[in-house]
């Protein structure tokens, strides 16, 4: 069956994640600089890695319920400071200003353009806070592109569970048959979107795979622009 439709994980799909928190650390060592005793950008980098994890946070690196306040109290204990900033306010700035600071998937401007141009239905399908997704993507420059933006805190569902598929799908009034989901990781993404109904493919290069795994996801990519070759 043709394809009318092409979903998108965020993370390491269409931005690139360690490379959107390296953007961060610089502004955030830069806002801060009088603040510190030594302005590290490394150091504030590895710290919030070590705890987002590519925007997978283990539970045991959460002290707080989201990955901006747990970054904030990581950064207030680990970094030597001559003041010492207000817990609240440098959560609330991983909230305003992290989404500026992202930086797109090499490929993806160009993929998306084109693909509005031949018409076909686009939609981003994330796990998140809503909020944080659309800082994101404006950030990015991409909230034009799409005909819907799903969250997992939108409606209350989260991949891989197949009704946040098939709910993306109905958004879209296409078939999940018609639909090709893109992401990052071979359950959240892959598997999710397969349950669904829908064709999946996998952007390698963030997420070691299984022996299973390799076996089972059939259709793998290594960049953006290989896209096509399974749009034909």
Known sequence: MTIRAVLFDLDNTLTHRDNSILAYSHFLAQQFQTNLV??????IKAIINRIDNGGYPKK?????????????????QELEWKILPDFDGLTQFWFQYFGQFAVAMPGAIALLTQLKQQH??????????????????????????????????????????????????????????QCLFIGDHPVNDIYGAKQAG???????GFHS????????IEHKIQRLDQVWQYLK
């Not at 409606?155 to 109905?170: A, L």
């Not at 829908?198 to 390698?204: D, I, P, R, S, Y």
């Not at 795979?209 to 089972?216: A, C, G």
């Open 198 to 204: 829908m064709h999946a493919l996998l952007l390698e």
């Open 120 to 177: 076909f239905k686009l939609a981003v399908v994330s796990n998140g806070g809503h909020a944080t997704r659309l800082n994101i993507l404006k950030g990015l420059g991409f909230t034009r592109y799409f005909d819907a933006i799903i969250s997992s805190e939108l409606v209350g569902i989260s991949k891989p569970k197949p009704e946040i598929f098939q709910q993306t799908s109905r958004a879209l009034n296409i078939s999940e048959a």
């Open 38 to 43: 030594v302005t590290d950008v490394m150091q």
């Open 209 to 216: 795979l299984s022996l299973e795994q390799s076996l089972s």
């Open 60 to 76: 045991e690196m959460l002290t707080h319920p989201s990955i901006g306040a747990s970054v904030a109290h990581a950064l207030r």
